[in-house]
């Protein structure tokens, strides 16, 4: 298993400012996810960080607009940048352990982000 | 594209009654699918997944690729039940995970 935890929990920021997310797990993991779930709606994958390379994103991402840093492989931070109010949403990180079939995502606690 | 679909969003039933959450997907490829749960003030957490083909908490899930399905069961719901579930899959192989909307469970005393 993995223990997660993300800074900060939650923030209300103004319309143009950018926040940094971080998130910490408690072993060496390979891959790292962000996700984003605005209200009533479910989780959406932004990208994947894997430490040493560039982010890959999702359709519908951009790096300009979420940048990812993944310095090593129990640390990411995610940037959402130039906020509008449509940011506004519970962002999440998640790590994946274990290996072909029994590999697992955990997901850590979620930072809930409201832009006025 | 992957798709996940929940059409229920909130669903009641009284405790010792069965519950039924339905998942339907769309996915060209040979997917994996899993059902997540977040209880009360918990982070989101993996329920099963169909490849395992076990019984987690009394809850099971048969995917039916005929009818692009993997509905969770349970025969007799119980209040600790009462939580968010979230079906989810992600292509064989690659775990960028696609998710439902959700279904909102609550287990009437």
């Known amino acids: 298993s993995a223990v997660i935890s993300q800074k900060p929990s939650r923030d209300i920021c103004q319309r143009g400012t950018s926040l940094t997310i971080q998130c910490q797990v408690d072993?060496?993991?390979?891959?790292m996810f962000w996700y984003r779930q605005q209200p009533g709606q479910s989780l959406t994958l932004i990208a994947t960080?894997?430490?040493?390379?560039?982010?890959?994103?999702e359709s519908g991402f951009v790096i300009d607009k979420f940048p990812i840093s993944r310095p090593n492989l129990t640390f990411s931070t995610l940037t959402v940048s130039n906020m509008s109010p449509e940011d506004s949403s519970i962002y999440l990180c998640?790590?994946?352990?274990?290996?072909?079939?029994?590999?697992?995502?955990?997901f850590g606690p979620g930072t809930r982000l409201t832009v006025l | 594209a992957q798709r996940v679909t929940q059409p229920e969003k909130l669903l009641s039933v009284f405790k010792g009654a069965p519950v039924e959450l339905k998942c339907n997907y769309s996915?060209?490829?040979?997917?994996?699918l899993f059902w997540y749960v977040q209880y009360s003030r918990q982070r989101l957490q993996l329920l099963l997944r169909?490849?395992s083909r076990e019984s987690i908490k009394g809850f099971t899930a048969d995917l039916n690729k005929g009818e692009t399905s993997f509905h969770l069961k349970k025969p007799f719901a119980q209040e600790e039940d009462s939580a968010m579930y979230y079906c989810?899959?992600?292509?064989?192989?690659?775990?960028?995970?696609?998710f439902g909307k959700g279904n909102q469970v609550v287990v009437i005393p």
């Open positions: 998640s790590v994946e352990v274990g290996q072909g079939n029994s590999d697992t995502q955990y």
């Open positions: 072993s060496q993991v390979t891959m």
């Open positions: 960080a894997n430490q040493g390379s560039e982010a890959t994103y």
């Open positions: 996915y060209s490829g040979s997917p994996e």
């Open positions: 169909h490849i």
């Open positions: 989810a899959l992600s292509p064989r192989g690659n775990n960028r995970l696609a």
